[in-house]
Nanobody
Framework: EVHLVESGGGLVQAGRSLRLSCATSGFIFDHYSIAWFRQAPGKEREGVSCTSASDGTTYYADSVKGRFTVTSDNAKSTNYLQMNSVKPEDTAVYYC????????????????????WGQGTQVTVSS
């Protein structure tokens, strides 16, 4: 059974850093594409990053490019979202998502393209 568990969220001041983790189990980690999404109150869920299983290239949303970085530890089957220079507008519930195989066209920002989801972790950035 596939499981994704996010952790690392919390309250952080603007300009500081935070690292989220997505611990996975139940599948061969490097055979799956992984994405991070977030949902702020009253807003639709939006893609933050996506990493295709085909070549491991990670794409970032314009809103986080240059500030957020995704890394993976295959030995731990864990994906990380390093959030630097956070802003109040980064406040949201952050979710990791996974789908088997490579992403069509190498990237996907659509939540319906992902089959498995974690429960989410709250990130709150104070100004």
């Amino acid at each position: 059974e596939v499981h994704l568990v996010e952790s690392g969220g919390g309250l952080v001041q603007a300009g500081r850093s935070l690292r989220l983790s997505c611990a996975t189990s139940g599948f061969i980690f490097d055979h799956y594409s992984i994405a991070w999404f977030r949902q702020a109150p009253g807003k639709e869920r939006e893609g933050v990053s996506c990493t295709s299983a085909s070549d491991g290239t990670t794409y970032y949303a314009d809103s986080v490019k240059g500030r957020f970085t995704v890394t993976s530890d295959n030995a731990k089957s864990t994906n990380y979202l390093q959030m630097n220079s956070v802003k109040p507008e980064d406040t949201a519930v952050y979710y990791c998502a996974a789908v088997g195989g490579p992403l069509v066209d190498g990237s996907s920002w659509h939540d319906y393209d992902y089959d498995y989801w974690g429960q989410g972790t709250q990130v709150t950035v104070s100004s």
